[in-house]
Structures are given as structure tokens and as C-alpha cells.
């Protein structure tokens, strides 16, 4: 019998089953971008906290779709190295932290230490080391470029999250993505796309992809949520003192979508 890691006693348990990669195996085959990842990890984690577009343009316009956060239980789904889990765990949640790259992982246990519970699973995967209902709130900042087929992944936010629970995501914006690629895109298909990251150390080739706006709405929908905001956020002024140039370009051009849904009824 696996024993039973008590997370918060009284809120949830989490069982063992999750750890070893387990989730990794039943995944079809590894997650997009994982040796990008492997290659950017640690300049990721030096970085992530000052570096503009994710300190002064995406994290506040995405914290800024969360409900109050204290004393709810949260699930950082694709937390890399623990920026989110961190924040939300001095606003008083109670975080779980899920990312499928090993080191990333690791980084997030250095940053958090026994603050949050951080496990190694591929969002890919069923979730069933996390129970029905458990969670309050899904956030997932920034991951989900890297998923092509979407529906199973909220279905499975849907499940672990409680009537009326949040889901909270960001993502590349859809326009920018199909401007930069329109030569050799079709709008209407979900493709994979690269772009060379300069903004972490040396440069570093990540693919993702690329999906219209359809392709964003429709899996949330089928998958029983009710789409409350979306966010196609401005630079903020911190960012114009850092990085002008950017900001010129953000100020006319999207970089970023921030999608905030509850959990209604799913879809028979
Ligand atoms: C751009 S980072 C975002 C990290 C963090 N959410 C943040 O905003 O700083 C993307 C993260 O998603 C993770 N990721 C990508 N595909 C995943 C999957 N299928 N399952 C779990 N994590 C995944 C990567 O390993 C990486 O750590």
C-alpha cells in the first residue's frame, strides 16, 4: 500500500503513486521543448524574476486574474522553477507545483524547499495522483504552448478543481504567433512553431505551438469551464524603464493572452 504524503492536514492528501515519473511513462512520449528546457533551466530560474516581459508584463496581468488566494488550495500546473508557487505562497495558499522537466523541478524544490509540494508529471497525462475536487484554483502560466491537444489537459483541471474553481492561464499571444510564422502558417491548423530565446543566456531554440483563437476557446468550453476574462495585457511602466524598445513594440503588437475560466457543468 503507498503511503499517504499529508500535505495540509485537514485540506487534502496527496498518495506517493505520483512520484518517479509515473505520469511520464503513461504520457505518450516526452513533452515539447523538454531539452530546450534542460538547456534554459537554470538561467530560467536566475532570470525569471527581473527579466521584463515576465516580471512586468505577463505575471502581473495574470496574478492580476486570481481571486484572493489566501488559504486556497492551488494547483501550479507547469510551475518551472517556482516564481507562481511562490508568490501564491506568501498570499497565504496552499500550493501543490507540478512541472515534467526534472530540472525544473529541481529548482523549484531549492527555491521553495518544504513550502509546497512539487512533483514531476506531464500535464499530458491524467492527473490521478490528484484527487476530484481538491483544488480551489488551477494556475498555469506559460505552459500550455507547449500542448498541442488541449481538451484532456482542462478536462483533467476540471476534474481536480471544485465546483465553481478557477483556471487561471497565460499563453503566447495567437496573433503574434501566426504574424511571425503567416509565411509559412495556415491560421486555421495547430502547429509547431520555433523561436530562438535570447533573452536566457545564451541563445536557445524552443519550439511550441501555434493555434487560432478557436483553438484557444473551444477545448476550454468542451471541457465544462465558463469563460470569465480574457486579458491581452500592456506593458507596465517598470517594463518601459527596463526595456524602451519592447515596450514601443508591446504597446501596439500583443505578446501575451491571460485567459481566466471557472468550472461550470461539462458538456454532455
Ligand atoms: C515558460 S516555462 C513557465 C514556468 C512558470 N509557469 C513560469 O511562468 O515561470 C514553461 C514550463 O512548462 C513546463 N511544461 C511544458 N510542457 C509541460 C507538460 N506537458 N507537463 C508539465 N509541464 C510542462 C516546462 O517544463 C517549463 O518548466
Not at 529541481?106 to 475536487?133: C, S, T, W
Amino acid at each position: 500500500m503507498p503511503s499517504s504524503l499529508s500535505l495540509t492536514p485537514g485540506l487534502w492528501s496527496l498518495s506517493d503513486r505520483w512520484c518517479s515519473g509515473r505520469s511520464m511513462t503513461m504520457a505518450k512520449k516526452q513533452p515539447l521543448a523538454q531539452d530546450a528546457y534542460n538547456e534554459l533551466a537554470e538561467e530560467y530560474a536566475a532570470r525569471v524574476d527581473t527579466k521584463p516581459h515576465n516580471a512586468y508584463y505577463e505575471r502581473p496581468a495574470t496574478l492580476s486574474l486570481l481571486p484572493d488566494v489566501n488559504g486556497k488550495r492551488v494547483l501550479d500546473a507547469g510551475c518551472g522553477p517556482g516564481v507562481y508557487a511562490e508568490w501564491l505562497v506568501e498570499h497565504g495558499a496552499h500550493v501543490v507545483a507540478i512541472d515534467a522537466n526534472e530540472k525544473m523541478v529541481a529548482l523549484a524544490k531549492q527555491r521553495l524547499g518544504e513550502k509546497v509540494k512539487i512533483l514531476q508529471a506531464n500535464l499530458e497525462a491524467p492527473l490521478d495522483f490528484l484527487e476530484d475536487g481538491s483544488f480551489d484554483i488551477v494556475v498555469s502560466p506559460l505552459v500550455m504552448d507547449y500542448i498541442k491537444v488541449w481538451e484532456p489537459v482542462f478536462s483533467e483541471f476540471h476534474r481536480v478543481l471544485q465546483p465553481g474553481g478557477y483556471l487561471v492561464f497565460s499563453m503566447e499571444h495567437p496573433y503574434m504567433k501566426y504574424a511571425t510564422h503567416h509565411l509559412m502558417s495556415n491560421y486555421f491548423k495547430v502547429e509547431r512553431v520555433e523561436y530562438v530565446w535570447r533573452g536566457f543566456g545564451k541563445p536557445v531554440r524552443v519550439p511550441s505551438y501555434r493555434r487560432p483563437l478557436s483553438g484557444v476557446i473551444n477545448p476550454l468550453l468542451q471541457a465544462g469551464f465558463i469563460l470569465e476574462q480574457i486579458l491581452e495585457p500592456l506593458p507596465t511602466e517598470e517594463f518601459l524603464e527596463r526595456d524602451p524598445e519592447d515596450y514601443e513594440e508591446l504597446m501596439h503588437s500583443p505578446g501575451f493572452m491571460c485567459v481566466r475560466a471557472i468550472k461550470g457543468e461539462k458538456a454532455v
